[in-house]
């Protein structure tokens, strides 16, 4: 039952990263799972209402059905209501894409945003996706509140960015990550630039209460044309600040309450 249940989530996780669809050859060729196994768990996914097919024999995709599952969850969980406000502000304040992204497991997943940039270029993401935590500037700022040996040992874990995998400066090795983590720590924020994408900075700052372990973080990213150091290190005491807000204001909701008691466990 786990093969299958591990299997099922490998095919709803590569589904999720094509939007348009894809056909069972090419799910079972990216996983290295038999067809006939690919065409029960997605006969099953269909039936469940998680997939859906765009023709008859044609591709696969998902339904909004996981989507509506994750919204109804964080609904219930108060994150949203407590965070978005804050997230609002600073997008005002920034005029750029403000994002929170929570800490569970060993990494990070950006859950809720808002956009500052009414016209001009706009760097938009799709939400729900997991930072990586040696090129963003999410990843540096919940790595620099880590004892280092742990948060080495995190990005090592995760691995290293390969060469044209993400943006031009993206640090491709544990000693410049080391140096990242070092000024992150000195600042109270992170600063990348064009490590994550080419041609985007961003910012971020660990959302926690004194003495505990990071809940998340708050990051504002933007064009490297306008988001420049100099802007950046002006939002910073703001940044800091909606962090600290959002960190006060953690106990009112349940998701964050439990997070903090699991990590303090």
């Given at each position: 039952?786990?093969?299958?249940?591990?299997?099922?989530?490998?095919?709803?996780?590569?589904?999720?990263?094509?939007?348009?669809?894809?056909?069972?050859?090419?799910?079972?060729?990216?996983?290295?799972?038999?067809?006939?196994?690919?065409?029960?768990?997605?006969?099953?996914?269909?039936?469940?209402?998680?997939?859906?097919?765009?023709?008859?024999?044609?591709?696969?995709?998902?339904?909004?059905?996981?989507?509506?599952?994750?919204?109804?969850?964080?609904?219930?969980?108060?994150?949203?209501?407590?965070?978005?406000?804050?997230?609002?502000?600073?997008?005002?304040?920034?005029?750029e894409l403000v994002?929170?992204?929570?800490?569970?497991?060993?990494?990070?997943?950006?859950?809720?945003?808002?956009?500052?940039?009414?016209?001009?270029?706009?760097?938009?993401?799709?939400?729900?996706?997991?930072?990586?935590?040696?090129?963003?500037?999410?990843?540096?700022?919940?790595?620099s509140v880590l004892?280092?040996?742990?948060?080495?040992?995190?990005?090592?874990?995760?691995?290293?960015?390969?060469?044209?995998?993400?943006?031009?400066?993206?640090?491709?090795?544990?000693?410049?990550?080391?140096?990242?983590?070092?000024?992150?720590?000195?600042?109270?924020?992170?600063?990348?630039?064009?490590?994550?994408?080419?041609?985007?900075?961003?910012?971020?700052?660990?959302?926690?209460?004194?003495?505990?372990?990071?809940?998340?973080?708050?990051?504002?990213?933007?064009?490297?044309?306008?988001?420049?150091?100099?802007?950046?290190?002006?939002?910073?005491p703001e940044l800091?600040?909606?962090?600290?807000?959002?960190?006060?204001?953690?106990?009112?909701?349940?998701?964050?309450?439990?997070?903090?008691?699991?990590?303090?466990?």
């Open positions: 039952m786990s093969g299958v249940l591990e299997r099922t989530l490998r095919i709803l996780e590569l589904l999720a990263q094509h939007a348009h669809g894809v056909e069972l050859a090419f799910v079972a060729d990216q996983l290295d799972i038999p067809r006939s196994a690919v065409h029960r768990l997605l006969t099953d996914l269909v039936r469940c209402g998680y997939v859906r097919q765009t023709r008859e024999h044609g591709d696969y995709l998902l339904t909004t059905k996981l989507v509506a599952l994750g919204l109804s969850f964080l609904s219930h969980s108060g994150v949203i209501d407590i965070a978005q406000p804050l997230l609002d502000r600073l997008a005002a304040a920034s005029g994002r929170l992204a929570v800490a569970e497991g060993p990494g990070l997943t950006w859950v809720a945003r808002a956009q500052g940039a009414r016209q001009g270029l706009r760097y938009d993401p799709d939400m729900g996706s997991t930072a990586p935590l040696a090129c963003t500037s999410s990843g540096l700022a919940w790595l004892p280092e040996e742990d948060a080495l040992a995190r990005v090592s874990q995760q691995g290293l960015a390969q060469l044209g995998q993400y943006g031009p400066q993206a640090p491709t090795t544990l000693e410049a990550v080391r140096a990242a983590l070092r000024a992150t720590r000195e600042r109270g924020y992170s600063m990348s630039f064009e490590t994550y994408t080419a041609g985007l900075n961003a910012m971020a700052a660990p959302v926690r209460l004194a003495g505990q372990a990071a809940l998340g973080t708050l990051s504002i990213a933007g064009p490297a044309v306008r988001f420049t150091p100099e802007r950046m290190q002006a939002l910073g800091l600040a909606c962090a600290a807000q959002l960190a006060a204001a953690s106990g009112s909701s349940p998701f964050f309450s439990k997070l903090a008691a699991d990590r303090q466990g």
